[in-house]
């Protein structure tokens, strides 16, 4: 009936109105369509957070953790709450289409926006995703599975073009993709990226696999497509010609108004360039995604909005917290045991919460690991006040958006800064007050050329501070009337982050007294295609990094346990650029030698969205790798450090000990290509083809209990081709103190084959919890594509007849467990 209704619909509108609703009709939103009853849809990023339609620190969001942290708990009921919660806060801000979850692939721990993505493994990225994505949609708000496909690096991301054959990408960087599809995802994006040649947003694999609406290779079989049924969203930005992508299975391109199928499209169509079916069919889809959410046809009562968010994300924090060394028995820590903690690094009242770029949002509050650890001891019966903290590093020297501790509006009063959008002759049109020196987005106001940020700045210490002024085209910046810089700074890039999100920034230096007041001014002219984001930011003077080093030894020897925070910072892991170095920046390394050496009982939390380098890592008796997450950091790791929730992340990415190590490095493009010469070994699977040991494997994680594997059962022969699964069967037993939880991992492998394999790859998971000297079985489900090959030849999911081994154990290089089962048959069906 509703699909009945759809094409009634389609029949009642004109060419003219099916092609205007092709495009957006402003950054965010679609356009209504009054005829059919068509509400706009509006759209929102992101994976950790739902912005809202505006870049306004003023409308505050929920931070969940990252993505990555997500897919550490390796707990899909988890990801489906927390998709829930996404839902929820889409509901609350007007938002119906969610810009998440990212599928793409940890190809190479480089890649600057692997915060964003989940893991290295295309199984483990499926499951997760399809856990988010049956969270949010189950909410009412659709989910959009992106980028599609292989935009796994930033560099050049807008032109590279991916050269990868066509097994690897069924086999690993499609695998998620379908994967969502089969669970009945709303939207698809497209990427910017080239694959093999093409465009995404012209690509042929928005027609096959995805839609199922191409020609499959030869006598390929009725599952060759994947039949998904709503529309593809460009990439903002990516629909960047006209003919090869409406000709395609791109349906919808954002943001609007301008974009090339509104300056052309109708005119292509009226001159039969285009053929009308295909309009049709990517407005039916747009229907079909506007019925779905309720944005067509009569309004829908509005779900009750959940309770107990905190809680949630609390939780989520220690879930998804990986425990990668534990000597001595350090962890947990007995919160009324140590009298005397030493809390060390910026990162520890700095913390990163979440990734930079496009995705960013505005929380409404922030539990630092400081304020945590704090916490715990005071609800344990203390004070607090036995907890020392030493930044241990000098302030850094890269300036920060202006800081509403030490600044005010000039005209209120209040903390924050002053935004005035100013016309031609500088007549004031609209002013407003802001909270920080970062406005990426300022108020629309006809006739505005000028975008002007004013602040009295009070500052905590005297010195030369760097200030900074962000944006493009004619900027200046002025102290107490007198201008320091001034100048004409030309835009450099195409890249829509660094255009309109994170624009560089051009710095001076001014001599500030502490505690006096100066006023403080940037300006920056408005031009056409630049942009409208402005930033003023300042960085306090250097200090002395010897002074800061030695101070926080002392607190750490003074201590009965030190907790160094570590981490990567926004210029080192960020949207709209890889990574240059897997080290941590700023000294970090030193600090952690120094202050391991000055207390035996030292505990290292990094804060990092992706891996970085741990030189030292056996050096320190406990290492947590806690990601980017979220709001209630704080809270989440003091639970785990004080062992009121256990560490339940394991690694969905290998790490390495060193840069130098790591198989599969590259990101930068090479005459405009990016080659996957590695095929189908990436991650742990590109570690164990190298007969490389990493410092950390894929999988790896544990608990405050310990596990013995017993045994593993599974069935000695299948045959493949009726679409059954294999159960394998686990059996294991806490050995250790108390209740834990444990991921038990299956992996498979073959030696005697004629196809190249991976020497091992995970094949599924499951979750057990058992308490002390508790006997389990964990049941792992095996999907039967877990057995196959995508063979090029046939275009189709083959298996090898012949002898497979099953491995179990607790990661990818620590498998004590192992049998044999024997596949008959040579085609396997859809993935189940």
Same mark, same amino acid.
């Given at each position: 009936?509703?699909?009945?209704?759809?094409e009634?619909?389609?029949?009642?509108?004109?060419?003219?109105?099916k092609?205007?609703l092709?495009?957006g009709a402003?950054?965010w939103?679609?356009?209504a369509?009054?005829?059919?009853?068509?509400?706009?849809l509006t759209m929102?990023?992101g994976?950790s957070?739902?912005?809202g339609?505006a870049?306004d620190?003023?409308?505050?969001?929920?931070?969940?953790?990252?993505?990555?942290?997500?897919?550490?708990?390796?707990?899909?009921?988890l990801?489906r709450?927390?998709?829930?919660l996404?839902?929820a806060e889409?509901r609350r801000?007007g938002?119906q289409?969610l810009?998440?979850p990212?599928?793409?692939l940890h190809?190479?721990?480089?890649?600057g926006?692997?915060?964003?993505?989940?893991?290295e493994?295309p199984?483990?990225?499926?499951?997760?995703g399809v856990a988010?994505?049956?969270?949010?949609?189950?909410g009412?708000?659709?989910?959009?599975?992106k980028h599609f496909?292989?935009?796994d690096?930033?560099?050049?991301r807008l032109?590279?073009?991916?050269?990868v054959?066509?097994?690897t990408?069924r086999e690993l960087?499609?695998?998620?993709f379908?994967?969502?599809v089969?669970?009945?995802?709303?939207a698809?994006m497209?990427?910017?990226?080239?694959?093999?040649?093409?465009?995404?947003s012209a690509?042929?694999?928005?027609e096959?696999?995805?839609?199922?609406?191409g020609?499959a290779?030869?006598?390929g079989?009725?599952?060759a497509?994947?039949?998904?049924?709503?529309p593809?969203v460009s990439?903002?930005?990516?629909?960047?010609?006209l003919?090869d992508?409406?000709?395609?299975?791109q349906?919808?391109?954002?943001p609007?108004?301008?974009s090339?199928?509104?300056?052309?499209?109708?005119?292509?169509?009226?001159?039969?360039?285009?053929?009308?079916?295909r309009?049709?069919d990517?407005?039916?889809?747009?229907?079909?995604?506007?019925?779905?959410?309720?944005?067509?046809?009569p309004?829908?009562?509005?779900?009750a909005?959940?309770t107990?968010?905190?809680?949630l994300?609390?939780r989520?924090v220690?879930?998804?917290t990986v425990?990668?060394?534990?000597?001595r028995g350090?962890?947990p820590?007995?919160p009324?045991?140590?009298?005397?903690?030493?809390?060390?690094?910026?990162?520890?009242?700095?913390?990163r919460?979440?990734?930079g770029?496009s995705a960013?949002v505005?929380?409404s509050?922030?539990?630092t690991?400081l304020?945590g650890i704090?916490?715990a001891?005071?609800?344990?019966?203390?004070t607090?006040?036995?907890?020392?903290?030493?930044?241990?590093l000098p302030?850094?020297?890269?300036?920060?958006?202006l800081d509403p501790?030490?600044?005010?509006d000039?005209?209120d009063g209040?903390?924050?800064?002053l935004?005035?959008?100013?016309?031609?002759?500088?007549?004031?049109?609209?002013?407003?007050?802001r909270?920080s020196?970062r406005?990426?987005?300022?108020?629309r106001v006809?006739g505005?050329?000028?975008v002007e940020?004013?602040?009295?700045?009070?500052p905590?210490?005297?010195g030369?501070?760097?200030?900074?002024?962000?944006?493009?085209?004619l900027m200046?910046?002025?102290?107490?009337?007198?201008t320091?810089?001034?100048?004409?700074f030309?835009?450099?890039?195409?890249?829509?982050?660094r255009?309109?999100?994170?624009?560089?920034?051009r710095?001076?230096?001014?001599? !500030?007294?502490? %505690?006096?007041e100066?006023? &403080?001014?940037a300006r920056? +002219?408005?031009? $056409?295609? =630049?942009? #409208?984001?402005?930033l003023?930011a300042?960085?306090?003077?250097?200090?002395?990094a010897?002074?800061?080093l030695d101070?926080?030894?002392?607190?750490?020897r003074?201590a009965?346990?030190?907790?160094?925070?570590?981490?990567?910072?926004?210029?080192?892991?960020s949207?709209?650029?890889?990574?240059?170095?897997?080290? !941590?920046?700023? %000294?970090?390394?030193?600090? &952690?030698?120094a202050?391991? +050496?000055?207390? $035996?009982? =030292?505990? #290292?939390l990094?804060?990092?969205g992706?891996?970085v380098?741990?030189?030292?890592?056996?050096?320190?008796?406990?290492?947590l790798?806690a990601w980017?997450?979220?709001?209630e950091?704080g809270h989440?790791?003091?639970?785990?450090?004080?062992?009121?929730?256990?560490?339940g992340?394991r690694l969905?990415?290998?790490?390495?000990l060193?840069?130098?190590?790591?198989? &599969?490095?590259?990101?930068?493009?090479?005459?405009?290509?990016?080659?996957?010469e590695e095929g189908?070994?990436?991650?742990?699977?590109?570690?164990?083809r190298?007969?490389?040991?990493?410092?950390?494997w894929?999988?790896h994680?544990?608990?405050?209990t310990t596990?013995?594997?017993?045994?593993?059962?599974?069935?000695?022969?299948v045959?493949?081709?009726?679409?059954?699964?294999?159960d394998?069967r686990?059996?294991?037993r806490?050995?250790?103190?108390?209740?834990?939880?444990e991921?038990?991992?299956?992996?498979v492998?073959?030696t005697a084959?004629?196809?190249?394999?991976p020497v091992?790859a995970?094949?599924?998971?499951?979750?057990?919890e058992?308490d002390?000297?508790?006997e389990v079985?964990?049941?792992?489900?095996l999907?039967?594509?877990a057995l196959?090959?995508?063979s090029?030849?046939?275009?189709?999911?083959?298996?090898?007849?012949?002898?497979?081994t099953l491995?179990a154990?607790?990661?990818?290089?620590?498998?004590?467990?192992?049998t044999t089962?024997?596949?008959?048959?040579e085609?396997?069906?859809?993935?189940?």
């Amino acid at each position: 009936m509703a699909e009945d209704e759809t094409e009634r619909l389609l029949d009642k509108l004109d060419v003219g109105q099916k092609v205007r609703l092709l495009t957006g009709a402003s950054n965010w939103r679609t356009y209504a369509e009054p005829a059919v009853g068509l509400r706009p849809l509006t759209m929102s990023d992101g994976p950790s957070g739902v912005r809202g339609e505006a870049w306004d620190e003023r409308r505050t969001s929920l931070v969940l953790p990252s993505p990555t942290a997500l897919a550490a708990s390796w707990d899909e009921e988890l990801v489906r709450e927390l998709g829930g919660l996404l839902a929820a806060e889409a509901r609350r801000k007007g938002v119906q289409v969610l810009l998440a979850p990212t599928l793409n692939l940890h190809r190479s721990p480089l890649g600057g926006r692997h915060f964003e993505c989940f893991s290295e493994d295309p199984l483990l990225t499926a499951r997760t995703g399809v856990a988010f994505v049956t969270g949010v949609q189950a909410g009412g708000v659709a989910a959009t599975a992106k980028h599609f496909v292989a935009n796994d690096a930033e560099t050049d991301r807008l032109h590279v073009d991916v050269r990868v054959t066509e097994r690897t990408l069924r086999e690993l960087y499609l695998a998620p993709f379908e994967a969502v599809v089969n669970a009945g995802v709303w939207a698809v994006m497209s990427a910017y990226n080239k694959v093999n040649g093409e465009t995404m947003s012209a690509s042929s694999l928005l027609e096959w696999p995805l839609k199922g609406s191409g020609q499959a290779k030869g006598d390929g079989p009725p599952d060759a497509g994947w039949g998904f049924d709503g529309p593809v969203v460009s990439d903002w930005g990516a629909v960047r010609s006209l003919l090869d992508t409406a000709r395609s299975g791109q349906d919808l391109a954002m943001p609007g108004p301008e974009s090339p199928w509104a300056a052309g499209l109708l005119a292509a169509v009226t001159a039969g360039l285009i053929d009308e079916a295909r309009i049709d069919d990517k407005v039916r889809r747009l229907l079909r995604l506007a019925r779905r959410v309720g944005a067509l046809g009569p309004v829908r009562r509005q779900l009750a909005p959940p309770t107990g968010e905190q809680a949630l994300l609390r939780r989520a924090v220690a879930a998804g917290t990986v425990l990668l060394r534990n000597e001595r028995g350090v962890l947990p820590l007995d919160p009324a045991g140590p009298r005397r903690v030493a809390v060390i690094g910026p990162h520890a009242v700095s913390v990163r919460i979440q990734g930079g770029g496009s995705a960013e949002v505005f929380p409404s509050s922030v539990v630092t690991p400081l304020e945590g650890i704090e916490a715990a001891l005071r609800e344990a019966g203390g004070t607090g006040t036995g907890v020392t903290y030493a930044p241990g590093l000098p302030p850094h020297t890269r300036p920060r958006p202006l800081d509403p501790a030490w600044t005010r509006d000039p005209r209120d009063g209040e903390p924050g800064v002053l935004v005035r959008l100013l016309d031609a002759d500088g007549a004031e049109l609209h002013a407003e007050h802001r909270l920080s020196g970062r406005i990426v987005e300022p108020a629309r106001v006809a006739g505005a050329v000028t975008v002007e940020i004013r602040a009295i700045v009070r500052p905590p210490e005297s010195g030369s501070w760097t200030l900074g002024v962000g944006g493009w085209g004619l900027m200046s910046l002025s102290v107490d009337g007198r201008t320091l810089l001034s100048g004409e700074f030309p835009l450099d890039s195409d890249d829509p982050t660094r255009v309109h999100v994170s624009p560089p920034y051009r710095c001076t230096e001014a001599e !500030l007294t502490k %505690g006096v007041e100066s006023q &403080v001014v940037a300006r920056r +002219r408005l031009d $056409p295609g =630049t942009g #409208v984001a402005t930033l003023l930011a300042a960085a306090p003077p250097p200090g002395d990094a010897r002074t800061a080093l030695d101070t926080a030894v002392a607190a750490a020897r003074a201590a009965d346990v030190a907790v160094v925070v570590v981490g990567t910072t926004q210029e080192s892991e960020s949207e709209g650029r890889d990574r240059e170095s897997l080290a !941590l920046p700023d %000294g970090q390394d030193a600090l &952690v030698r120094a202050v391991a +050496r000055a207390n $035996p009982r =030292t505990v #290292v939390l990094v804060n990092s969205g992706g891996p970085v380098a741990l030189p030292w890592h056996r050096d320190v008796p406990a290492l947590l790798l806690a990601w980017f997450p979220g709001q209630e950091a704080g809270h989440g790791l003091a639970d785990v450090l004080f062992g009121r929730a256990e560490p339940g992340g394991r690694l969905p990415t290998t790490w390495a000990l060193t840069q130098e190590d790591v198989p &599969v490095l590259d990101t930068r493009p090479r005459d405009g290509r990016l080659l996957y010469e590695e095929g189908i070994h990436i991650g742990h699977r590109a570690w164990l083809r190298a007969g490389a040991e990493p410092a950390y494997w894929f999988g790896h994680g544990l608990g405050y209990t310990t596990w013995t594997y017993e045994g593993m059962e599974a069935p000695a022969t299948v045959t493949d081709g009726n679409g059954a699964g294999v159960d394998v069967r686990v059996r294991l037993r806490n050995t250790g103190p108390r209740r834990g939880r444990e991921v038990v991992q299956v992996y498979v492998a073959r030696t005697a084959t004629a196809v190249d394999r991976p020497v091992r790859a995970l094949a599924g998971f499951a979750t057990v919890e058992a308490d002390p000297g508790e006997e389990v079985v964990a049941t792992v489900r095996l999907a039967a594509r877990a057995l196959s090959h995508w063979s090029t030849d046939s275009g189709h999911w083959d298996t090898e007849p012949g002898e497979f081994t099953l491995l179990a154990g607790s990661s990818a290089g620590e498998l004590p467990l192992r049998t044999t089962i024997t596949v008959d048959g040579e085609r396997s069906p859809r993935m189940r």
